[in-house]
Protein backbone atom coordinates (compact mmCIF):
# COMPACT_ATOMS: atom_id res chain seq x y z
CA UNK A 1 0.00 0.00 0.00
CA UNK A 2 1.29 3.75 -0.86
CA UNK A 3 1.98 5.82 2.08
CA UNK A 4 -1.13 7.91 1.01
CA UNK A 5 -3.40 4.94 1.66
CA UNK A 6 -1.46 4.10 5.03
CA UNK A 7 -1.68 7.36 6.18
CA UNK A 8 -5.39 7.41 5.22
CA UNK A 9 -6.46 4.03 6.96
CA UNK A 10 -4.52 5.70 9.97
CA UNK A 11 -6.55 8.19 9.93
CA UNK A 12 -9.91 6.46 9.64
CA UNK A 13 -8.83 4.10 12.71
CA UNK A 14 -8.09 7.15 14.80
CA UNK A 15 -11.99 8.22 13.90
CA UNK A 16 -13.12 4.82 14.57
CA UNK A 17 -11.45 5.12 18.07
CA UNK A 18 -13.34 8.22 18.65
CA UNK A 19 -16.41 6.42 17.75
CA UNK A 20 -17.18 8.63 14.25
CA UNK A 21 -19.67 6.14 12.33
CA UNK A 22 -19.20 7.43 8.78
CA UNK A 23 -15.00 6.71 9.15
CA UNK A 24 -16.21 2.83 10.20
CA UNK A 25 -18.30 2.91 7.12
CA UNK A 26 -15.14 4.36 5.03
CA UNK A 27 -12.62 2.46 6.18
CA UNK A 28 -15.00 -0.86 5.19
CA UNK A 29 -15.37 0.79 1.75
CA UNK A 30 -11.69 0.95 1.42
CA UNK A 31 -10.91 -2.34 2.97
CA UNK A 32 -13.54 -4.95 2.79
CA UNK A 33 -12.91 -6.49 -0.93
CA UNK A 34 -9.67 -7.26 0.48
CA UNK A 35 -10.22 -8.46 4.06
CA UNK A 36 -12.97 -10.29 2.78
CA UNK A 37 -10.66 -12.30 -0.27
CA UNK A 38 -8.64 -13.02 3.15
CA UNK A 39 -11.29 -14.82 5.02
CA UNK A 40 -12.84 -16.60 1.84
CA UNK A 41 -9.13 -18.00 1.13
CA UNK A 42 -9.42 -18.87 5.20
CA UNK A 43 -12.48 -20.65 5.60
CA UNK A 44 -13.24 -21.25 1.92
CA UNK A 45 -17.42 -20.19 2.15
CA UNK A 46 -18.61 -17.14 0.93
CA UNK A 47 -21.11 -17.45 4.00
CA UNK A 48 -18.23 -18.03 6.74
CA UNK A 49 -16.19 -15.17 4.96
CA UNK A 50 -18.82 -12.89 5.38
CA UNK A 51 -19.64 -13.92 8.72
CA UNK A 52 -16.03 -13.40 9.18
CA UNK A 53 -15.83 -9.54 7.92
CA UNK A 54 -18.91 -8.38 10.04
CA UNK A 55 -17.12 -10.02 13.25
CA UNK A 56 -14.04 -8.17 12.21
CA UNK A 57 -15.29 -4.73 11.56
CA UNK A 58 -17.23 -4.86 15.27
CA UNK A 59 -13.98 -5.94 16.13
CA UNK A 60 -12.64 -2.33 14.89
CA UNK A 61 -15.09 -0.51 16.56
CA UNK A 62 -14.35 -1.72 19.89
CA UNK A 63 -10.47 -2.22 19.40
CA UNK A 64 -9.53 0.78 17.38
CA UNK A 65 -8.18 2.75 20.07
CA UNK A 66 -5.43 -0.26 20.75
CA UNK A 67 -4.31 0.12 17.24
CA UNK A 68 -1.01 0.93 17.05
CA UNK A 69 0.74 2.82 13.71
CA UNK A 70 4.46 1.72 15.40
CA UNK A 71 3.59 -1.96 15.48
CA UNK A 72 1.92 -2.68 12.30
CA UNK A 73 0.72 -1.72 9.19
CA UNK A 74 -3.02 -0.92 9.21
CA UNK A 75 -3.65 -3.57 6.49
CA UNK A 76 -1.86 -6.13 8.31
CA UNK A 77 -3.95 -5.00 11.64
CA UNK A 78 -6.88 -5.65 9.72
CA UNK A 79 -5.74 -8.87 8.37
CA UNK A 80 -5.01 -10.16 11.60
CA UNK A 81 -7.87 -9.44 12.79
CA UNK A 82 -10.11 -10.58 10.02
CA UNK A 83 -7.62 -13.92 9.85
CA UNK A 84 -8.69 -14.67 13.43
CA UNK A 85 -12.03 -14.21 12.69
CA UNK A 86 -11.96 -16.60 9.93
CA UNK A 87 -9.67 -19.09 11.92
CA UNK A 88 -12.92 -18.79 15.03
CA UNK A 89 -15.30 -19.56 12.07
CA UNK A 90 -13.75 -22.74 11.02
CA UNK A 91 -13.84 -23.50 14.83
CA UNK A 92 -17.28 -23.05 15.50
CA UNK A 93 -18.38 -25.16 12.39
CA UNK A 94 -16.12 -27.59 13.20
CA UNK A 95 -17.97 -27.77 17.03
CA UNK A 96 -21.12 -28.18 15.10
CA UNK A 97 -20.18 -30.49 13.07
CA UNK A 98 -18.67 -32.46 15.90
CA UNK A 99 -22.12 -31.87 18.09
CA UNK A 100 -23.70 -34.16 15.78
CA UNK A 101 -21.58 -37.07 16.66
CA UNK A 102 -22.20 -36.32 20.65
CA UNK A 103 -24.90 -38.67 20.96
CA UNK A 104 -22.21 -41.94 19.70
CA UNK A 105 -19.24 -40.20 21.78
CA UNK A 106 -21.70 -40.57 24.55
CA UNK A 107 -22.37 -44.02 24.30
CA UNK A 108 -19.02 -45.10 23.15
CA UNK A 109 -18.16 -43.34 26.50
CA UNK A 110 -20.02 -45.04 28.84
CA UNK A 111 -19.17 -48.19 27.03
CA UNK A 112 -15.72 -48.21 26.97
CA UNK A 113 -12.67 -47.26 29.55
CA UNK A 114 -11.46 -44.19 28.15
CA UNK A 115 -8.22 -42.37 28.24
CA UNK A 116 -9.22 -38.83 28.37
CA UNK A 117 -8.91 -36.42 30.94
CA UNK A 118 -11.75 -36.53 33.92
CA UNK A 119 -13.73 -33.68 35.21
CA UNK A 120 -11.48 -32.10 37.06
CA UNK A 121 -8.94 -31.76 34.67
CA UNK A 122 -10.81 -30.32 32.39
CA UNK A 123 -12.15 -27.93 35.44
CA UNK A 124 -8.18 -27.03 36.29
CA UNK A 125 -7.55 -26.86 32.28
CA UNK A 126 -10.70 -24.25 32.01
CA UNK A 127 -9.23 -22.26 35.14
CA UNK A 128 -5.73 -22.13 34.00
CA UNK A 129 -6.78 -20.43 30.54
CA UNK A 130 -8.95 -17.86 32.28
CA UNK A 131 -6.39 -16.89 34.42
CA UNK A 132 -4.03 -16.96 31.35
CA UNK A 133 -6.51 -14.42 29.75
CA UNK A 134 -6.88 -12.65 32.86
CA UNK A 135 -3.29 -12.33 32.74
CA UNK A 136 -2.64 -11.32 28.65
CA UNK A 137 -5.17 -8.27 29.40
CA UNK A 138 -2.65 -6.98 31.75
CA UNK A 139 -0.19 -6.81 29.47
CA UNK A 140 0.57 -3.49 27.14
CA UNK A 141 -0.76 -3.87 24.01
CA UNK A 142 2.48 -4.15 22.43
CA UNK A 143 3.99 -7.29 24.68
CA UNK A 144 0.30 -8.79 24.33
CA UNK A 145 0.91 -8.67 20.25
CA UNK A 146 4.24 -9.72 19.88
CA UNK A 147 3.52 -12.78 22.36
CA UNK A 148 0.38 -13.70 20.78
CA UNK A 149 1.73 -13.65 17.14
CA UNK A 150 4.35 -15.52 18.26
CA UNK A 151 2.86 -18.47 19.89
CA UNK A 152 -0.37 -18.40 17.99
CA UNK A 153 1.43 -18.02 14.59
CA UNK A 154 4.31 -19.79 15.29
CA UNK A 155 6.36 -17.03 14.19
CA UNK A 156 10.72 -16.62 15.06
CA UNK A 157 11.65 -13.17 16.51
CA UNK A 158 13.46 -12.50 13.65
CA UNK A 159 10.29 -13.44 11.51
CA UNK A 160 7.86 -11.14 14.13
CA UNK A 161 10.44 -7.99 14.21
CA UNK A 162 10.15 -8.73 9.69
CA UNK A 163 6.71 -8.40 9.61
CA UNK A 164 6.41 -6.00 12.51
CA UNK A 165 9.37 -4.24 10.95
CA UNK A 166 11.30 -3.49 14.14
CA UNK A 167 14.70 -4.09 15.57
CA UNK A 168 14.74 -7.34 16.53
CA UNK A 169 16.10 -6.50 19.64
CA UNK A 170 12.84 -4.59 20.72
CA UNK A 171 11.05 -7.60 19.76
CA UNK A 172 12.93 -9.89 21.62
CA UNK A 173 13.15 -7.55 24.56
CA UNK A 174 8.70 -7.29 24.28
CA UNK A 175 8.90 -10.79 24.02
CA UNK A 176 11.08 -11.24 26.96
CA UNK A 177 9.24 -8.55 29.20
CA UNK A 178 5.69 -9.59 28.38
CA UNK A 179 6.80 -13.09 29.46
CA UNK A 180 8.43 -12.34 32.60
CA UNK A 181 4.92 -10.58 33.38
CA UNK A 182 2.97 -13.34 32.49
CA UNK A 183 4.56 -15.28 34.53
CA UNK A 184 4.33 -13.33 38.03
CA UNK A 185 0.78 -12.70 37.37
CA UNK A 186 0.14 -16.82 36.94
CA UNK A 187 1.52 -17.27 40.36
CA UNK A 188 -1.02 -15.43 41.52
CA UNK A 189 -3.91 -18.05 40.21
CA UNK A 190 -1.81 -21.14 41.10
Not at 151 to 172: I, M, N
Request: proline share 2%; hydrophobic share 40%; net charge negative.
Amino acid sequence: MSDDTNHLLMSLIDRVAARDEAALRALYDLTAGKLHGLALRVTGQREWAEDALQETFLQVWKTAADYRASLSPPMAWLGLIVRSRALDQLRRHKAEREHLTDELDDVLADTLESDSANPMDTSLASQQAWALHQCLTRLEHKQREVISLAYLRDLSHGELAQQLKLPLGTVKSWIRRGLDQLRACMKHFA
